[in-house]
């Protein structure tokens, strides 16, 4: 392998391998609130409002490994709700995970998931739909 396919392949890796810059790319693109989980829900302090998993979309997530500590494992969750809060929670990753958070997380994907599986059936056309 030669020099010139080296520096090409180090130019392709994105920059987007810290959660520092991921965050920064996530708030340029509206996604300013910063985000808690409370026994209430996740809590928005720029709206001071709960919202409960149903009313929580995750847009996307990331997972961040510490190069020598377990401990610096994090994972960042880029979310909507219902209502357009954009922002982000943090969380730590593994064993250092809170669990709060981990259980909120796993009900918003479970909601998520059934209301895929319904907007998908509305899809199918019914019976009275094939007789017309």
Do not use: C
């Amino acid at each position: 392998m030669n020099n010139d396919n080296q520096l090409n392949d180090k130019h392709e890796v994105p920059f987007m391998n810290t959660l520092t810059g991921v965050s920064n790319k996530w708030t340029q693109n509206g996604y300013t609130d910063t985000l808690t989980v409370s026994k209430e829900g996740l809590y928005s302090a720029k709206e001071d409002k709960h919202y409960a998993p149903a009313d929580v979309r995750i847009i996307e997530f990331y997972r961040f490994e510490g190069q020598s500590d377990p401990a610096d494992n994090a994972i960042l969750y880029v979310v909507e709700t219902g209502d357009g809060v954009k922002g982000m929670v943090v969380d730590a990753y593994g064993a250092y995970a809170d669990d709060s958070v981990t259980k909120f997380f796993r009900h918003v994907e479970e909601m998520n998931k059934s209301v895929e599986k319904r907007d998908k059936s509305e899809d199918v056309p019914q019976e009275n739909d094939l007789a017309a």
